[in-house]
C-alpha cells in the first residue's frame, strides 16, 4: 500500500478480518512501543480533538477498535468516563482492560453490526482503524446508528489512501443523506513524527442528525 515500509505493511496489507486479528494478536506485546516510539501522535490528537467537542458527562462513549487503549487512557486522564471499548484482538483487548479505564469491553469486527442499541452513545471515537485492510467504510452507519442525535463521531483516516478506499466516498454519502454534517477536519499531517514519512493522517468530526 502506498507510502508506509514493511513496519505498517504487516497490518496494512492483510486480507480480511482474520488476517487482520492475527497481525495484531502478533504485534500486540510490543504495538505501544513501537508505535510511541516512531513519534506516533493521533491517539493524543484524537483526545484533544474529542475534549473540543464532547463535553464531560455527556454520556457513554464508544472506543471503537480501541487497541491496547491509548485513546480510551487519554480520554480518562481528561475526565472522561463510561467508554465502552472494543476490539478485534483478543491480545490487544487484554492490555486495554489492565488499563482500568474502561466501563466495559467485548472482541469485536467492526464489518459486523454493533451490538449495541440505536442511539445509545454520547459519542463514538475510531481512530487508528480505518486504514487500508482495517474496518470497512460500512462500520460508518453503524456508528452513526448508536450514537445519539447530536452526538459526535471523531475519526482519522489515512489522507494518502483515503479516496482509493472508498472511504472518502461513503463519508460523503453520509452527508448526502444528510445522517450527519462534518463540523471540523484537521489539516493533513505525518501521524508518525519519527518514521513513515509518506503516511499521512487527518481527524475528522462529524456531528450525527
Given at each position: ?8 505493511g ?19 506485546a510490543?504495538?505501544?512501543a513501537?508505535n ?9 490528537l484524537?483526545a ?17 477498535g480501541?487497541?491496547t487503549?491509548?485513546?480510551?487512557e ?12 472494543a ?6 483487548l487484554k ?7 474502561y ?24 481512530i487508528?482503524?480505518l486504514?487500508?485492510?482495517h474496518?470497512?467504510?460500512s ?9 445519539s ?8 483516516v489515512?489522507h ?14 453520509h452527508?448526502t ?11 493533513v ?11 499521512t493522517?487527518?481527524?475528522q468530526?462529524?456531528?450525527?442528525l
Amino acid at each position: 500500500m502506498s507510502g508506509e515500509t514493511e513496519a505498517l505493511g504487516h497490518v496494512y496489507d492483510v486480507d480480511g478480518s482474520e488476517a487482520a486479528q492475527n497481525a495484531y494478536n502478533d504485534w500486540a506485546a510490543s504495538y505501544d512501543a513501537d508505535n510511541v516510539g516512531k513519534g506516533y501522535r493521533i491517539p493524543w490528537l484524537a483526545a484533544a480533538f474529542f475534549a473540543r467537542h464532547v463535553p464531560l458527562g455527556s454520556g457513554p462513549i464508544l472506543d471503537a477498535g480501541c487497541g491496547t487503549g491509548l485513546v480510551g487512557e487519554a480520554l480518562s486522564i481528561l475526565g472522561y468516563d463510561n467508554v465502552v471499548g472494543a476490539d478485534l484482538s483478543p491480545k490487544m483487548l487484554k492490555l486495554a482492560s489492565a488499563l482500568g479505564v474502561y466501563e466495559r469491553h467485548y472482541m469485536h469486527d467492526l464489518a459486523e453490526p454493533l451490538p449495541e442499541t440505536d442511539d445509545y452513545f454520547a459519542a463514538v471515537a475510531c481512530i487508528g482503524s480505518l486504514g487500508p485492510g482495517h474496518a470497512p467504510a460500512s462500520c460508518l452507519a453503524e456508528f452513526i446508528r448508536v450514537t445519539s442525535p447530536g452526538g459526535k463521531v471523531i475519526l482519522n483516516v489515512r489522507h494518502d489512501t483515503y479516496e482509493k478506499q472508498g472511504l472518502k466516498a461513503v463519508v460523503e454519502s453520509h452527508k448526502t443523506s444528510k445522517q450527519w454534517m462534518q463540523v471540523e477536519a484537521s489539516p493533513v499531517f505525518r501521524p508518525f513524527l519519527l518514521a513513515e514519512p509518506n503516511v499521512t493522517a487527518q481527524l475528522q468530526v462529524y456531528e450525527v442528525l
